[in-house]
């Protein structure tokens, strides 16, 4: 499903020397951070093992404010054949199914149980993409005319964005939803184009090939204004990751010099750096408290998630002991979850962070390797592994209840 988007993303994580962006109010002000935590205490949060389809593999990839959590299981063994997942406390979890082929994966879901992801069809040599509902089960998104497509993010009136193949082999962004069906957003001159996020008031971001080439710029998209090129930071490529409710884009764009910088967009004051935590940095999330989270180097080098607020500038989240750490997601209060190596690099950790507590490690129910995906304000899901990897399950992390003690 992300394989072009994953492509395009490490386009971005091209590692440079960086210099250290200024600090700007596009966004609002958040929680001040205080800093990064290294090994602290166990979270109270309680790990529940979500179980799979029948095989030894699962992972959770969203979870909604009812707890209904989605992503795909293996149905037989390790996970050469998987399907998209739903799962609630009620009734566990449950197999969504696929439009004909071997295989299913579910990706985000809205507080109302719409549920996106993509699916193989008969043969398995085409994929599409999906809404799955309580009442229609699985349906077909279609595509733009060629063998694929994929969704990348569905906001909380079920939109989808993506992007599809055409049948000459390029791919575009497309923006469905069940009134118009699959709309063709276009590129920005260029061939290729995908849609990476949409907020709830419907405003698109993405990436386009320009005419001079392959090479990629942000986009912003409303029906409004069609397609919008964002520019970039002085550099030739941008892209853009996410869009909060108030318009604000976020992602990453070479410089001038060369790296890459995280960066921020509003109408008002165009694309803004926002800095690194030492060298090349770049943003993928935005919370609605505005808290921007994203992934940075430091001036050694090494892979540290970091976290973007107004008053604090980037600030580095440090990792559980060892070498780098990952940010996955941000909540609405400005949590954020991810992994990070444990001292010595003895295991990949699914942490939590916050600017009061820094970050914590969570338990993990096989006490393996763990790696937190998403989150909303008062759950957190994922996967844990057993420690020899034999299997991993999806989890989800929970407040403690007084009936679990």
Known sequence: MR??????????KVRASGV????VAVLAAATAATGAGRGRPA?????VDLDTLGG???????VNADGMVVGRSSIDGYGAVSHAFAWTEHEGMRDLGTLGGNASWANAVTDAGVVSGYSYLPGDAEYHAFVWTRVRGMVDLGALGGFASSPNAMNARGAVVGY????????????????????????????FSTAYAISDTGVVAGWS???DGDVSHAFVWTRESGMVDLGTLGGSASWAHAVSDDGVVVGSSQTESGANHAFAWSRRTGMIDIGTIGAD?????IGANNTVIGQGYTPSGVRHGLAWTRRNGPVDLGTLGGDSSYAE?????????????????????AFAWSPQSGMTALDTPSGGQSEATASNDNRIVGYSCTPDHTACHATLWRPLRRTDR
Not at 56 to 62: G, T, V
Not at 165 to 175: G, I, Q, R, S, V
Not at 183 to 191: A, E, I
Not at 333 to 341: D, F
Request: net charge positive; charged share 15%; hydrophobic share 40%.
């Open 3 to 12: 394989g072009i988007s994953d492509h395009l993303v490490r386009q971005a």
């Open 20 to 23: 250290a962006g200024v600090i």
């Open 43 to 47: 979270s109270p949060l309680v790990a």
């Open 56 to 62: 030894r593999f699962s992972q959770a990839s969203a």
């Open 164 to 191: 599809s193949y055409l049948p000459d082999y390029t791919y575009h962004a497309f923006h469905w939803t069940q009134r118009l069906g699959m709309v063709d957003l276009g590129t920005l001159g260029g061939r």
């Open 209 to 211: 090939s320009i005419a």
């Open 281 to 285: 940095s770049w943003a993928e999330r």
């Open 329 to 349: 997601a941000v909540n609405d209060s400005g949590q954020v979850v991810g992994g990070s190596w444990t001292a010595g690099n003895g295991t990949w950790r």
